[in-house]
């Protein structure tokens, strides 16, 4: 139902997502599709369900289902902007928790950043900056970005910047940055996806800087990415989401470079370089597409 966005699901889905009794696996696909969905009838229900700490105090038989359940709330609400009072307050909480299992912790600074305060995004700095888990340190920079401040882009690209920074740290910022997706970042991702003779940066974060080019789509970043995509020895996966960063940039100039990628004995570059032709021209290009 979540991929079909079916809007006419929303109200049994929030009955299955608000019944304690129900299956919790039931109940975790409830809370992921009214995610992707979107419809703000859900947010009521999602907020609830994320803020009510009787939900989480179960016993041990079905303690990963509950938290399982948290993760894919917390994620859902993303979606949305949140707006009781004490959210930011309750995430927090369940982020400082140092004695939290990880997977909540990162779930929770995620979340955190949908509810726009101050003192929230205060606390994500100091996790981007403090935490001791490279995991929920990565998720505080993806967070801060998810805010669209164009205020914390400093913050971010320093961070994405910072070689003695762990690789999570990097991508976390990196991520953000694209999420952000303002032009004036674009020369500092360039860098980071192509790096100057002698400077290495790991694979991952190249990748994810590639990704975010592709979400800020001015020239600037189509060119580099059409540059990058023409250097032999490269990446196959760094490649892959170069193609498909043209391909969400919807640029003209990537047109004859994506169809070059047809001639690939690579299936998943081949098909996805097809795809992105046909979302930008229109052309399947020998597909039949519904």
């Given at each position: 139902?979540?991929?079909?966005?079916?809007?006419?699901?929303?109200?049994?889905?929030?009955?299955?997502?608000?019944?304690?009794?129900?299956?919790?696996?039931?109940?975790?696909n409830?809370?992921?599709?009214?995610?992707k969905?979107?419809?703000?009838?859900?947010?009521?229900?999602?907020?609830?369900?994320?803020?009510?700490?009787?939900?989480?105090?179960?016993?041990m038989?079905?303690?990963?289902?509950?938290?399982?359940?948290?993760?894919?709330?917390?994620?859902?609400?993303?979606?949305?902007?949140?707006?009781?009072?004490?959210?930011?307050?309750?995430?927090?909480?369940?982020?400082?928790?140092?004695?939290?299992?990880?997977?909540?912790?990162i779930?929770?600074a995620?979340a955190?950043?949908?509810?726009?305060?101050?003192?929230?995004?205060?606390?994500?700095k100091?996790?981007?900056?403090?935490?001791?888990?490279?995991?929920?340190?990565?998720?505080?920079g993806?967070?801060?970005?998810?805010?669209?401040?164009?205020?914390?882009?400093?913050?971010?690209?320093?961070?994405?910047?910072?070689?003695?920074?762990?690789?999570?740290?990097?991508?976390g910022?990196?991520?953000?940055l694209?999420?952000?997706?303002?032009?004036?970042?674009?020369?500092?991702?360039?860098?980071?996806?192509?790096?100057?003779?002698?400077?290495?940066?790991?694979?991952?974060?190249?990748?994810?800087?590639?990704?975010?080019?592709?979400?800020?789509?001015?020239?600037?970043?189509?060119?580099?990415?059409?540059?990058?995509?023409?250097?032999?020895?490269?990446?196959?996966?760094?490649?892959?989401?170069?193609?498909?960063?043209?391909?969400?940039?919807?640029?003209?100039?990537?047109?004859?470079?994506?169809?070059?990628?047809?001639d690939?004995?690579?299936?998943?570059?081949?098909?996805?370089?097809?795809?992105?032709?046909?979302?930008?021209?229109?052309?399947?290009?020998?597909?039949?597409?519904?």
């Amino acid at each position: 139902m979540g991929k079909l966005k079916s809007t006419t699901a929303v109200p049994e889905l929030i009955s299955i997502l608000n019944d304690r009794g129900a299956n919790p696996i039931a109940r975790i696909n409830a809370a992921t599709a009214l995610g992707k969905i979107e419809d703000t009838r859900a947010l009521k229900a999602l907020e609830e369900r994320l803020l009510d700490e009787t939900e989480y105090n179960i016993t041990m038989v079905v303690a990963v289902k509950h938290k399982k359940f948290f993760q894919a709330v917390a994620n859902a609400v993303r979606s949305f902007t949140l707006t009781s009072a004490n959210a930011d307050e309750k995430l927090i909480s369940r982020l400082t928790d140092t004695w939290e299992h990880d997977p909540i912790r990162i779930a929770a600074a995620k979340a955190l950043g949908r509810t726009g305060t101050d003192e929230a995004i205060e606390q994500l700095k100091d996790t981007l900056a403090n935490d001791t888990v490279e995991g929920v340190r990565g998720a505080a920079g993806l967070a801060l970005g998810e805010t669209k401040r164009k205020d914390l882009i400093p913050t971010l690209v320093e961070v994405m910047e910072d070689t003695s920074k762990a690789a999570g740290d990097r991508r976390g910022a990196t991520q953000g940055l694209g999420e952000i997706a303002d032009p004036s970042t674009a020369p500092a991702l360039v860098a980071i996806m192509s790096p100057p003779e002698g400077t290495t940066v790991a694979i991952e974060i190249r990748r994810d800087a590639a990704v975010a080019l592709g979400k800020i789509g001015n020239d600037v970043a189509v060119s580099a990415l059409i540059e990058e995509l023409r250097k032999e020895g490269i990446d196959r996966n760094l490649k892959w989401d170069i193609i498909s960063a043209l391909g969400t940039a919807k640029s003209q100039e990537a047109v004859e470079e994506l169809k070059s990628m047809l001639d690939n004995e690579d299936a998943d570059v081949h098909f996805t370089a097809a795809d992105y032709l046909f979302q930008i021209t229109g052309d399947g290009y020998g597909y039949t597409r519904s």
